[in-house]
């Protein structure tokens, strides 16, 4: 392939993911797309953004027009297509907006390789990206495999379903060259500090409270992000072309138990006496509808494509921490939304 579009490449994932390929084809051209919504932030990739093979284009994969023309005047040769609103908490107070990137974006997205390739498919492939929340929750026991049947349970997982069923059909009914991957929570430096872990690291810093929903019980299995941009580069160009790869950290955690480990490491870190930001926990109203608990089988990606996390828990969640504390300025640029500032004076509007 020569050209490659990357779609949410400003965001925690896509981040990661433009690096990995940047670096690693410099004989490919890589398209990062992006809206640069809240979540999205050039800053992310400030350190490969003048490599010869990177190319950034600012726009919204709801815009079907835009996105014909862009694929016309481009001719991908594939997608990888990471670009979504990800957050379940936003999703329940909002998801019209779910809906319009999540899915229409999606859909105008294959309309637009399905147009451009015109059943001339060698050669080509349109890898979707998504989530372990499609499956819904589990019990105490057992995993979500490629076949669990789908029961997503908030705007932002039945966006997603709905995202992965359009896929399927284009594959089913057009012959479009898809492959699809649901993986499990990610953690990793240049996450928005909306989710769990930078989250709680920014307030244990600021010593402000720390806002666990419900019991704290709930149990996700967190995958160390470069991990997740190593499985990506293999299903797209080793994937079968219509299957679909759970990735998964093998690695499950309470959220209590994970908070209560993230204050020790923090407390270390900042030179407090043991145990001190223990006191910040606040117990809060559950989220709605929130999921007991996610578990990922990966059987399948490791038997069939020799994959698994490299990246020891232990290790990612240190490097994690040391990264969100010498990120200092990263962090209050995003908080503050002077990211914002920075995006006007580089491209305008
Ligand atoms: P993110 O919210 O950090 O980034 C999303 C990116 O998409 C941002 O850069 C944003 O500007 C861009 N974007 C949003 N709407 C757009 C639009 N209409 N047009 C163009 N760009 C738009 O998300 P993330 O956590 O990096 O997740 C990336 C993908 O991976 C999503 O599809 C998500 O569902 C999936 N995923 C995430 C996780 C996780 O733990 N974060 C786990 C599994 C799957
Ligand atoms: O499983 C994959 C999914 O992981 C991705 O598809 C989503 O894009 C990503 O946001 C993530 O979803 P979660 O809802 O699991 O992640 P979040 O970081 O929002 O929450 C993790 C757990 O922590 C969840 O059980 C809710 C809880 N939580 C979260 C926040 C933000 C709290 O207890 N308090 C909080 O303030």
Redesign the pocket.
Known sequence: MKKILITGGAGFIGSHVVRLFVNKYPEVEIFNLDKLTYAGNLENLSDIDSKPNYHFVKGDIVDAPFINALFEREQFDGVIHLA?E????RSIANPMEFIFTNVVGTVNLLNAAKSIWQGHYEGHRFYHI????VYGALGDTGAFKETTPYSPH?P??AS?ASSDHFVRAYHDTYGLPTVISN????YGPNQFP????P??INNIKHNKS?????K?I????WLYVEDHARAIDLIFHQGKTGETYNIGGNNEWR?IDL?KKLIEIMDRKLGRPEGTSLQLITY?TD?AG??LR?AIDATKLRTELGWEPTIKFAEGFEQTVDWYLSHEEWLNNVTSGSYQEYYHKMYGE
């Open positions: 979504a990800s957050h379940v908490d998504s989530t372990d929340e908030s932002y997982s997603k993986c499990s929570n990610n909306e989710k769990l872990i989250l709680f720390l806002p666990v929903y419900g704290g709930n149990v996700r299995d959220n908070i809060v989220r929130h999921d996610y």
